[in-house]
């Protein structure tokens, strides 16, 4: 089977594109023809298997899906059609799994599918709170507002991410270093200095010895230290994924000094800014509710969200579990959005909560890298001066016997 990427005319003279797959170019004729349309161009893109490799190895990148968004939206405000912006961003993308997959929704628009049924095919690439606020947007005619929002939020969301993930590489650069000097010097220092001591006949102080039985089983044992590190750390990924290490990785990172204030108000901001875009955009509140609990992810937050749409469903309000929940959201964010149910604008009070905390997430991975950097220069000086000195001072008790 071949792929093939075909342009073709409508019988009013509109032109379109579509990707199908097919033994030669015959079946692309056959299929258009069927339709109704003439082929104009047609282009093979490679075997079937190749796109799927293709496929499941390719991503497409946060970057790439605002400035498809926010095109995409630019287009429908400048009075164009959805097949027609989609067959635009189709020609200037250079990712191929976005083309292809831009390429599929202009082909099922085209067929008479609504935007948001013809992205729900393609879940890896669209997420649900995205497929929904396009649905909003579909249905109350403000298609090209609600993009201008989901693109805003996403790159909000994803520079927040940035951020914290930026904050965290220095010390993460640092201790790999560390890492790496430690092992350097257990395998090719200590062991010249070890050879030297046992030549020399000097008792060995306990942490020299400790630090001479760690070089010569690393030396010995390499590969198998290697494989258990690798091992140990495949494990802790995969259990971090399951159900319960979720839960009690996400309950550890509650609890750790200064890095718990940080996360505790992203996951403010995200959820402020999820539930804000939603709102805005028109889906109900208990919809609301279920993306935003799987946008997420955080098992402790799920609760939070679980709780609100119970009690929103009873027709109690959405800050009660919010007010009920300090150990989890900051009393500000209860407090506001009892303020927008009060004053029939919750989603404007989210967003001003998502922008607050936005910042303040912004200051303190700052800060955080002026505690940091000191805390650092002590490990460092911590490690170096125990490796010094357990080795130096089996040459000192040398010096005083002479």
Same mark, same amino acid.
């Given at each position: 089977?071949?792929?093939?990427t075909?342009?073709? !005319?409508?019988?009013?003279?509109?032109?379109?594109?579509?990707?199908?797959?097919?033994e030669?170019?015959?079946?692309?004729?056959?299929?258009?023809?069927?339709?109704?349309?003439?082929?104009?161009?047609?282009?093979?893109?490679?075997?079937?298997?190749?796109?799927?490799?293709? #496929?499941?190895?390719?991503?497409?990148?946060?970057?790439?899906?605002?400035?498809?968004?926010?095109?995409?939206a630019?287009?429908?405000?400048?009075?164009?059609?959805?097949?027609?912006?989609?067959s635009?961003?189709?020609?200037?993308?250079?990712?191929?799994?976005?083309?292809?997959?831009?390429?599929?929704?202009?082909?099922?628009?085209?067929?008479?599918?609504?935007?948001?049924?013809?992205?729900?095919?393609?879940?890896?690439?669209?997420s649900?709170?995205?497929?929904?606020?396009?649905k909003?947007?579909?249905?109350?005619?403000?298609l090209?507002?609600?993009?201008?929002?989901i693109?805003? !939020?996403?790159?909000? #969301?994803?520079?927040?991410?940035?951020?914290?993930?930026?904050?965290?590489?220095?010390?993460?650069?640092?201790?790999?270093?560390?890492?790496?000097?430690?092992?350097?010097?257990?395998?090719?220092?200590?062991?010249?200095?070890?050879?030297?001591?046992?030549?020399?006949?000097?008792?060995?102080?306990?942490?020299? !010895?400790?630090?001479v039985?760690?070089?010569?089983?690393?030396?010995?044992?390499?590969?198998?230290?290697?494989?258990?590190?690798?091992?140990?750390?495949?494990?802790?990924?995969?259990?971090?994924?399951?159900?319960?290490?979720?839960?009690?990785?996400?309950?550890?990172?509650?609890r750790?000094?200064?890095?718990?204030?940080?996360?505790?108000?992203?996951?403010?901001?995200?959820?402020?800014?999820?539930?804000?875009?939603?709102?805005? #955009?028109?889906?109900?509140?208990?919809?609301?509710?279920?993306?935003?609990e799987?946008?997420?992810?955080?098992?402790?937050?799920?609760?939070v969200?679980?709780?609100?749409?119970?009690?929103?469903?009873k027709?109690?309000?959405l800050?009660?579990?919010?007010?009920?929940?300090?150990?989890?959201?900051?009393?500000?964010?209860?407090?506001?959005i009892?303020v927008?149910?009060?004053?029939?604008?919750v989603?404007?009070?989210?967003?001003?909560?998502?922008?607050?905390?936005?910042?303040e997430?912004e200051?303190?991975?700052?800060?955080? #890298?002026?505690?940091?950097?000191?805390?650092?220069?002590?490990?460092?000086?911590?490690v170096?001066?125990?490796?010094?000195?357990?080795?130096?001072?089996?040459?000192?008790?040398?010096?005083?016997?002479?």
């Amino acid at each position: 089977m071949k792929k093939f990427t075909y342009k073709a !005319q409508k019988s009013d003279g509109k032109e379109y594109t579509g990707t199908l797959e097919g033994e030669s170019k015959a079946d692309v004729y056959a299929h258009v023809g069927a339709e109704g349309g003439t082929v104009v161009s047609i282009k093979v893109t490679g075997g079937g298997f190749l796109n799927k490799l293709r #496929s499941f190895l390719g991503a497409v990148k946060v970057e790439e899906k605002i400035v498809f968004t926010k095109t995409l939206a630019a287009m429908l405000k400048a009075g164009l059609s959805v097949s027609r912006a989609l067959s635009v961003l189709e020609r200037q993308s250079k990712n191929p799994l976005l083309k292809e997959v831009v390429a599929k929704i202009g082909t099922d628009v085209s067929k008479g599918l609504s935007l948001y049924e013809s992205m729900a095919k393609h879940p890896k690439i669209f997420s649900k709170l995205f497929i929904s606020m396009v649905k909003a947007g579909e249905e109350s005619g403000t298609l090209h507002e609600s993009l201008l929002v989901i693109g805003k !939020q996403m790159e909000r #969301s994803h520079t927040l991410v940035k951020k914290v993930k930026s904050a965290m590489i220095y010390p993460s650069i640092i201790l790999l270093a560390i890492g790496i000097i430690t092992v350097l010097m257990l395998l090719f220092v200590v062991p010249t200095l070890t050879s030297t001591f046992e030549e020399l006949g000097v008792e060995l102080p306990a942490a020299t !010895q400790a630090i001479v039985s760690s070089s010569a089983f690393l030396e010995n044992n390499f590969l198998l230290v290697v494989a258990l590190f690798v091992l140990f750390f495949g494990a802790l990924t995969y259990a971090v994924r399951t159900e319960r290490g979720s839960k009690i990785f996400g309950a550890i990172t509650l609890r750790l000094p200064v890095v718990a204030p940080i996360v505790k108000e992203t996951y403010t901001a995200r959820t402020a800014r999820t539930l804000a875009s939603l709102l805005s #955009s028109g889906v109900d509140m208990l919809h609301a509710l279920e993306i935003s609990e799987e946008v997420i992810g955080h098992p402790s937050y799920k609760k939070v969200f679980k709780e609100s749409h119970e009690y929103v469903k009873k027709g109690e309000t959405l800050s009660k579990s919010f007010v009920d929940h300090t150990e989890l959201y900051p009393v500000l964010m209860g407090d506001m959005i009892a303020v927008g149910e009060e004053t029939g604008a919750v989603s404007d009070m989210l967003l001003e909560v998502a922008e607050f905390y936005e910042k303040e997430v912004e200051q303190k991975t700052k800060d955080l #890298s002026t505690i940091v950097e000191p805390l650092l220069m002590i490990l460092i000086a911590g490690v170096v001066g125990v490796f010094a000195l357990a080795m130096i001072a089996p040459i000192y008790s040398i010096t005083e016997s002479i």
